[in-house]
């Protein structure tokens, strides 16, 4: 396993979760770092994604103002801030690595080569 997500848990409508990626495999570094998600009986979806090198984002408009993507200064983790969660992001949440994505495929998975093995989120009351 080359990358690790975790983080994930049960938490209410409104509440906060962070999750983290960590590279146990020298993946970061690649081109674009992503988060993805697979609600059940869906489509594994795009959540957001991160060029490594420069540090921009990009977002889902389903999560955009809710959720930050980030590394740390190190460059050994990347993480997921989500904040007012709703019961429509429960899902599993997955971590990816891309060496070889380009800025028109950030959003496809089939574009990143590298995967976690996902981190469980349930928002409910």
């Known amino acids: 396993v080359q990358l690790q997500a975790s983080g994930g848990g049960l938490v209410q409508p409104g509440g906060s979760l962070r999750l983290s990626c960590a590279d146990s495999?020298?993946?970061?570094?690649?081109?674009?770092m992503a988060w993805f998600r697979q609600a059940p009986g869906k489509e594994r979806e795009f959540v957001a994604a991160?060029?490594?090198?420069?540090?921009?984002?990009y977002y889902a408009d389903s999560v955009k103002g809710r959720f930050t993507i980030s590394r740390d200064n190190a460059k050994t983790s990347m993480y997921l801030q989500m904040n007012n969660l709703r019961p429509e992001d429960t899902a599993i949440y997955y971590c990816?690595?891309?060496?070889?994505?380009?800025?028109?495929?950030?959003?496809?998975?089939?574009?990143?080569?590298?995967w976690g093995q996902g981190t469980q989120v349930t928002v409910s009351s």
């Open positions: 495999g020298h993946t970061f570094g690649s081109r674009f």
């Open positions: 991160l060029k490594w090198s420069a540090g921009y984002t």
């Open positions: 990816a690595a891309g060496p070889s994505v380009i800025q028109s495929q950030l959003a496809t998975q089939t574009a990143y080569t590298y």
